[in-house]
């Protein structure tokens, strides 16, 4: 049956993209393909302007300079959106150069949506509804956010509960995420999330009805040429770029923040004394002081930080790795976890959270409080080539278990059951 789904482009909009950005485009894609007409709402800074196609410059990627909203008219915003949110929003049609949004049938706009919304939440305790010209099937958030769309099918993705397991490890207003996910486990039409822990802690934590929470887990595509790429093309590019050679390093890639355990991770491979250096690909994060401390003190022919690094070469950092070390305190999913699998390097990850549900027996486990175990784990995989390869074999099969033509199903099961 052909549904009208929207989806939210909080995420969308970034110019790195977040691991949700990753799943909101993999889930608008699959809906589109399966014959679903695909809607996406965005938030911009300013009044939609009147000629649908120049409303994309204002909710796509970085604010440009001299289009800022100044403070005395974004305060003038807040109070008139502030209002309008008591009576519901009406996001205006927008266009957008091909390929800078996902595939989609429909476009919309409206001003200040996300933070507004949440800001409305917080003094209010309601949901801003979505009052759509011609209204979907199905809304689906694709994080906890206090939206609902008038006449639809609400459905909302919870990743995972860390702002309430590891409050420390998030920069969440921990009271109101608290009582929005309350209020979205109450009176959801329907949860989404992404591994059984992920299931089990939000019927348990938060009081939802087993019936009304499915979990797909998640998927990872990556293009056809990349993955094709010849061993000697992809090796030649990293050697240019970062004067690495294939097997001759380890990996972690990702944000340096509380949850990844970075530190630990650095701590852990020092105590290691293996010869073989620690590569650290990622950009952005908060509260890493410590972590940027020792980086800056660590003699960089042994830990060396990459940095952002675009997909495409990110890949080859992966495939090139001796092993991927991920030594999380805990993770909804873990997709870092799934793309190492899926091209064949070892990993190293914690026994915690979803992570031994997505990598099996495919992945050597260490706990990611003890850093002397941690270092044995990095020992022992630097070290063991026979381990390096079973663990390869290994993680290439497990990867099946999450390939996109069962994730397609998992996806078309769950909005068929909302019908």
Not at 17 to 41: F, K, N, P, Q, S
Not at 44 to 51: I, K, Y
Not at 352 to 376: K, Q
Not at 399 to 416: G, I, K, M, P, T
Request: aromatic share 8%.
């Amino acid at each position: 049956m052909r549904r009208r789904i929207f989806f939210d482009g909080l995420n969308l909009a970034l110019e790195r993209g977040t691991g949700i950005a990753t799943y909101t485009r993999m889930l608008t894609a699959l809906a589109h393909d399966a014959g679903h007409e695909v809607g996406l709402v965005y938030s911009s800074p300013r009044r939609p302007l009147r000629d649908p196609s120049l409303r994309t410059g204002d909710f796509l990627g970085p604010r440009r300079p001299g289009r800022l909203v100044s403070k005395t008219r974004g305060r003038w915003n807040d109070a008139v959106d502030h209002l309008g949110h008591a009576i519901g929003v009406r996001p205006c049609p927008a266009e957008a150069p091909n390929g800078s949004v996902p595939t989609h049938d429909h476009l919309y706009v409206a001003r200040n949506l996300f933070g507004g919304a949440a800001r409305y939440f917080g003094w209010t305790g309601r949901f801003v509804e979505l009052d759509f010209p011609a209204p979907p099937d199905i809304l689906h958030c694709t994080y906890p956010m206090p939206l609902k769309a008038k006449g639809a099918r609400n459905i909302y993705t919870i990743h995972d509960l860390i702002p309430l397991r590891l409050p420390q490890t998030t920069l969440d207003d921990k009271r109101q995420m608290l009582r929005l996910l309350r209020r979205i486990a109450a009176t959801a039409d329907h949860i989404v999330t992404v591994s059984e822990q992920s299931r089990r802690d939000i019927v348990e934590w938060l009081g939802a009805d087993e019936a009304r929470v499915t979990n797909t887990y998640e998927a990872v595509e990556f293009p056809l040429e990349q993955l094709e790429e010849p061993a000697n093309a992809a090796a030649d590019t990293i050697a240019r770029l970062y004067g690495l050679e294939p097997g001759s390093y380890l990996l972690f890639f990702g944000a340096i923040e509380p949850k990844k355990n970075v530190k630990a991770l650095l701590e852990a491979y020092l105590r290691s004394g293996v010869a073989v250096p620690l590569v650290i690909a990622g950009g952005g994060g908060w509260a890493n002081e410590a972590e940027t401390r020792m980086l800056r003190e660590i003699d960089p022919a042994r830990v060396r930080q990459l940095g952002y690094a675009d997909r495409a070469d990110l890949v080859r950092l992966i495939r090139g790795a001796r092993a991927v070390l991920f030594p999380s305190l805990f993770e909804g999913f873990g997709l870092p976890v799934l793309e190492a699998m899926m091209l064949g390097t070892p990993v190293v990850t914690s026994r915690v959270s979803s992570l031994p549900e997505i990598a099996g027996e495919a992945a050597l486990y260490i706990d990611p409080h003890d850093t002397d175990d941690i270092a044995r784990g990095i020992a022992t995989v630097a070290a063991d080539a026979d381990l390096r390869a079973e663990l390869s074999r290994r993680g290439l099969q497990q990867s099946e278990l999450f390939s996109v033509a069962r994730y397609r199903e998992r996806v078309a099961a769950l909005y068929d059951r909302l019908a």
